[in-house]
């Protein structure tokens, strides 16, 4: 499944394989009173390919943003019980906002956190749709490990980077990102769920 700026659709819970149930949550978010303007990726500084950018410089209310990824995670967590499965409450999210420029790639990793979640704010026209993409794959003993979307046996989930693009998916699910074309760039908020402590 692959989340796009101009999906007219409700937020999707969908699973990653059919093999377990896992689910995610993709979504279009409009934009619109949640960026502090336009966001012109050549007058944030820096020449790296990965780099932080400051929440106040994008965002009008990142408390806003906050509660969008807390919002979704919950909502996921909610599927889960729903199912049996055991989720916790999500109360806060850590969220970092960065840039990616030409070159930037991410090997595939999980993280400690729960759920994890990307929220594009900019994308550059590409010439491979597949440039600059999060791909989400199940790791454990039995799933497809192909992160090359297209093969036949790939079955890995695609984020594309426009902007609106939401998803939220368990932590422990493998993530990396494909490399991004020469020209491209991509400003990206990345949250990782907190949960109300015992």
Known sequence: M?????????P???QVSDLWPTRVLIKHLPLEGLLSGPIDPAALDGEASCEQVDLAVLLTDPRQVA?????AMRAL???DRAAGL???????V??????????????????PAHYTGW???HGSPVDHTDSGTVAILDPRAGASMSAVPGLPWGRSLIINPAPGSLAVVPGWLTTSVLPLERT??????????????A
């Open 77 to 79: 967590a909610a599927a």
């Open 12 to 14: 999707t819970i969908t």
């Open 67 to 71: 509660a969008v990824f807390v919002e």
């Open 119 to 121: 929220l594009f704010l």
């Open 86 to 92: 055991a989720a916790p409450d999500v109360t806060d």
């Open 184 to 197: 491209q760039t991509s400003v990206v908020l990345i949250a990782e769920s907190r949960q109300a402590q």
């Open 2 to 10: 692959t989340a796009t700026a101009t999906d007219p659709h409700p």
């Open 94 to 111: 850590a969220v970092r906002a960065e840039i990616w420029r030409a070159g930037h790639e991410q090997p595939m990793h999980a993280t």
